[in-house]
C-alpha cells in the first residue's frame, strides 16, 4: 500500500530526470555538431598565421629616427613559437590562463569561478575566458557582452582546441592579442614601448606586456608609466605564485629599471604627417604591410619652431613656419598653434596676401632685365592705370638706389618697376619661382595683393638661395618594411635653372639690405641673413621670409578671418619668430657668407660694432614698418644718398654650367609671357634709372666683379 502511494512521487522525480538526462545528451550531441561544424570551417594555421586584421600600419620617424606618431593598427613581425621568449610565454599564460596547458579550450573552474563573482557583486567583474577563448574573439568575433557571443566563443574555443596544438594557439595568440596604442601582437607592442624586436624581451618587459591585456589603455607604458610598472609587479608575483619563475629571478627585476621608448609630442607634428603621408600614393604601390616612413623633420628645430610661434604670435592670432633645407628637405613645420583646436594647415593650404614680400619677384624681373643694386630711381607720385600707389610715409625720397628701395620697401619704386617691364613679367617670374596660385596683373600685384601660401614663398626665397636653382619641397627620404626591405629612396635630383647666378646674387644683396639697414633688422641672428618683411592693409597679415646657412624659413601670423591685428607687421612678431626659431636651427651649422657682400654706410653703424653681432639680452634693434615708416618712438634710419662711393662690389658667382631651360619655360609660362625669352645681360635703356659715374664700377657682362676680401678691410 505505501509503495503504491509512493508511484505518484516518484514519477514526476523519473520523468524530469529523464527529460533532463536527455536535454543533456541532446545538447551535448548539437554542442558536439556544432564544434564539428565550427572544426570544418576554420581556417588552415597558415591561413590564420596571414590574417593581420584591417587596416595598415605606419610608423613615421623623423630624420634621426625617432617615431613621430603611428598611424593605423601595428601587427609587428609575426613570431614562430620557438622565438618568441619562454619568460614572455609564462609571463602570458600565468597571468591570463594558469591552466591553459590541461584545459580543453574552456577552463570549468575559471567559468565557476566568474559566475561566484557574478552572485556576489551582482554582475560581471570577470569573464572567466581562456587563451584560447580570447583567440576565437580576437580573430573571428566581436567584443559584445552578450550570452550569445560567449556560446559562440566557447564552441570556437573547443574547436581550435582540436584542430591546433596548444604552442600553436599560444603563438597565434601572442601574435594577434591587442596591447594598446595600435599594437596588436608582442612584436609591435615590443617595437612600440621599448623599441626593439620581442625576440629580446627581457623578464621586466614581458611582464610589463603581458600586463597591459587586462586594460591596454589603463596600463599602457606610454600614457601612466607608473601604472605599467605596478601592474608589471603584479605579473611577477602571479608568475611566482604558480611556478612559472623562481622568486630569486624575479627579485632581479627593477621595474623602474625599464627604459620606455619616448615618443614626439604629437600636436604640431600632425601637421607635418598631414601634409607628408598623402605623397606615398605617388611614391610606392598600394600594399598592407606595415611600413617605417622616414621622414626629413628635425625634431629639434620642430620643437624649436613650436616655441616660436607660441612665443611671438599676437593674441587671437594664428601663426605658420616652414624651414627647408638647400636640397629642399622641410625640417621644420607649424600650421597653426594648436593641432587640437585647428587642423587646418595654413602652411601649406592657406592662401594669403604677402604683401611686400612679393617684391622679391619684382626686383628678380628688375635684376634680370639688366638693373644692378646701386642704379638709382627716383621715388615720387606715380599714377598707373589709374592707380596711385603711396609710401605709408606718404611722403616721397627722391633719388634713391635700388637697395635702399628694397631694404625700405618703397612702393613708388615697386609700381614704377612693373610698369617698366610688364605686370605679366612680374607674373611669369613668381610662377616661375613656384607660385602655384593664381596672380592677378593688375598695377597693385607689385605689393603682393595676389595670394599665395607660405610654402609657396618659402620655396621661391629658398631658389634664390640655391643660386638660382629651383629647389622642391619634399617630407620622405626613404620607405621600408617592418623587415627592412627598402620600398622607396629619395634621390638628390638637379634643380632648374630659374634665373642666372648674377641674379640671384644680386637678389641675395637686397635681401641682406632688408635685414641689416631695412625693415627686417628684428631677424638678425649673429651670421649672415637674407630676408624680406611683407605687411598686408590694415595689418591682416604679417611675413618673413629668409635664409641664413642653407636654411630658407618662412613665418606667416594673421587671423583666419582676415581681420586686423593692432601693431602686427612683418618686421615684428614675424621677424622675431624667425629670429627665436633661427637661433636654434642654424646653432650647429657653421657660418657660411654669402657669395655677395653688402655694403654698409658708414654712419649706419659705430666703428666698433659688428653688423652682425646682436645682442639678444635687450630685445631687437629699432623698427621701421613695411614702408620705411618707424614705428612708434623709432627713428628712420639714414641711408646713404645717391650717388655716394659704396666700398665693395658683388663677389664673382663661379659659373655652374647650368643653363636656362627654355623648353621648360615655355612650359611653364604661358604663351606671350615676357619670360618666355631668355634674358639678356645687357641693360636696356630705362629713362627713370639714373647711374652716377663710379670709377672702377663698371660691370662686366658675366660674371661679376669679386668682391674685396673681408680678412684685407
Known amino acids: 500500500m505505501a509503495r503504491a502511494a509512493s508511484n505518484p512521487i516518484r514519477r514526476p522525480l ?25 572544426y570544418a570551417n576554420l581556417p588552415s594555421y597558415s591561413d590564420l598565421k596571414s590574417r593581420t586584421g584591417q587596416g595598415q600600419m605606419i610608423r613615421v620617424r623623423a630624420s634621426n629616427g625617432a617615431v613621430l606618431v603611428n598611424i593605423g593598427p601595428s601587427f609587428g613581425q609575426w613570431l614562430p613559437y620557438d622565438q618568441i621568449p619562454a619568460e614572455m610565454r609564462a609571463a602570458m599564460i600565468a597571468v591570463e590562463d594558469k591552466r591553459f596547458r590541461s584545459h580543453l579550450g574552456v577552463d570549468p573552474v575559471g567559468v565557476a569561478r566568474a559566475a561566484k563573482v557574478r ?15 580570447q583567440l576565437a574573439r580576437n580573430i573571428f568575433l566581436t567584443n559584445s557582452r552578450t550570452f550569445g557571443r560567449k556560446v559562440k566563443e566557447a564552441v570556437l574555443a573547443l574547436a581550435i582546441e582540436r584542430k591546433f596544438t596548444k604552442d600553436q594557439i599560444l603563438e597565434l595568440y601572442l601574435n594577434r592579442v591587442y596591447f594598446g596604442g595600435g599594437a596588436y601582437g608582442i612584436d609591435a607592442a615590443s617595437r612600440r614601448f621599448f623599441g626593439h624586436s620581442a625576440r629580446n624581451l627581457s623578464l621586466g618587459e614581458a611582464a610589463i606586456i603581458a600586463g597591459l591585456v587586462k586594460a591596454p589603455s589603463n596600463y599602457s607604458p606610454t600614457a601612466d608609466i607608473e601604472a605599467a610598472r605596478s601592474r608589471s609587479e603584479v605579473v611577477l608575483k602571479t608568475m611566482v605564485d604558480n611556478g612559472f619563475v623562481s622568486p630569486d629571478r624575479a627579485a632581479q627585476v627593477d621595474s623602474a629599471a625599464v627604459k620606455i621608448q619616448p615618443t614626439t609630442k604629437q600636436n604640431s607634428v600632425r601637421y607635418f604627417t598631414d601634409w607628408a603621408l598623402p605623397q606615398l600614393d605617388t611614391l610606392i604601390d598600394e600594399s598592407n604591410e606595415p611600413i617605417d616612413v622616414w621622414t626629413t623633420l628635425d625634431p629639434n628645430m620642430q620643437a624649436a619652431a613650436e616655441r616660436a610661434i607660441a612665443a611671438n604670435a599676437p593674441a587671437n592670432a594664428q601663426g605658420a613656419l616652414v624651414s627647408l633645407d638647400r636640397d629642399g628637405a622641410v625640417r621644420a613645420m607649424i600650421g597653426g598653434k594648436d593641432y587640437v583646436d585647428s ?35 627716383v621715388d615720387e607720385p606715380v599714377t598707373i592705370d589709374g592707380w596711385t600707389p603711396r ?24 609700381a614704377k618697376i612693373g610698369a617698366q617691364l610688364g605686370f605679366g613679367t612680374i607674373a611669369d617670374m613668381a610662377r616661375r619661382f613656384g607660385i602655384t596660385s593664381k596672380i592677378s596683373t593688375y598695377p597693385s600685384m607689385v605689393l603682393g595683393t595676389s595670394d599665395v601660401r607660405l610654402i609657396d614663398m618659402t620655396r621661391a626665397f629658398a631658389s634664390v638661395a640655391n643660386q638660382g636653382v629651383s629647389v622642391t619641397p619634399y617630407a620622405i627620404r626613404k620607405v621600408v618594411t617592418a623587415d627592412g626591405r627598402l620600398l622607396y629612396q629619395k634621390e638628390s635630383e638637379e634643380g632648374r635653372v630659374l634665373v642666372a647666378p648674377w641674379v640671384a646674387a644680386e637678389m641675395t644683396d637686397l635681401l641682406q639690405s632688408a635685414v641689416l639697414t631695412g625693415t627686417g633688422r628684428a631677424a638678425q641672428i649673429g651670421r649672415p641673413v637674407a630676408g624680406k618683411t611683407g605687411t598686408t592693409s590694415s595689418n591682416k597679415d604679417g611675413w618673413f621670409i629668409g635664409f641664413s646657412s642653407g636654411l630658407t624659413t618662412g613665418v606667416w601670423m594673421g587671423r583666419d578671418d582676415a581681420r586686423a591685428i593692432a601693431g602686427l607687421q612683418g618686421g615684428t612678431a614675424p621677424a622675431r619668430a624667425f629670429h627665436d626659431f633661427m637661433v636654434v636651427a642654424v646653432a650647429n651649422r657653421p657660418v657660411e657668407n654669402f657669395q655677395t657682400e653688402v655694403p654698409m654706410p658708414d654712419w649706419n653703424l659705430d666703428a666698433e660694432e659688428d653688423p652682425y653681432a646682436v645682442d639678444n639680452s635687450v630685445g631687437p634693434p629699432p623698427l621701421v614698418d613695411e614702408n620705411g615708416n618707424p614705428l612708434p618712438g623709432q627713428p628712420i634710419d639714414t641711408i646713404p644718398p645717391p650717388g655716394q662711393p659704396l666700398p665693395g662690389q658683388p663677389q664673382q658667382v663661379p659659373q655652374t654650367g647650368n643653363q636656362l631651360d627654355q ?14 625669352q631668355q634674358p639678356q645681360r645687357q641693360p636696356a635703356p630705362r629713362p627713370q634709372v639714373v647711374r652716377p659715374p663710379q670709377p672702377g664700377s663698371q660691370r662686366p657682362p658675366d660674371p661679376l666683379q669679386p668682391a674685396p676680401d673681408p680678412s684685407q678691410q
Open 14 to 38: 523519473v520523468t524530469a530526470l529523464k527529460i533532463a538526462l536527455y536535454g543533456a545528451l541532446l545538447g551535448l550531441i548539437a554542442l558536439i555538431v556544432a564544434v564539428a561544424v565550427a
Open 119 to 133: 552572485v556576489d557583486t551582482g554582475h560581471w567583474t570577470q569573464g572567466g575566458s581562456t587563451i584560447t577563448q
Open 343 to 377: 587642423i587646418y594647415n595654413r602652411a601649406t593650404q592657406a592662401e594669403r596676401q604677402p604683401g611686400s614680400s612679393f617684391k622679391l619677384f619684382v626686383y628678380l624681373a628688375a635684376l634680370e632685365s639688366g638693373m644692378k643694386p646701386t642704379d638709382t630711381i
Open 391 to 414: 609710401n605709408s610715409t606718404r611722403t616721397n625720397r627722391g633719388p634713391v638706389s635700388l637697395r635702399e628701395a628694397f631694404a625700405l620697401s618703397i612702393n613708388t619704386v615697386s
Open 663 to 676: 623648353q621648360w619655360l615655355d612650359k611653364v609660362l604661358p604663351p606671350g609671357s615676357a619670360d618666355r
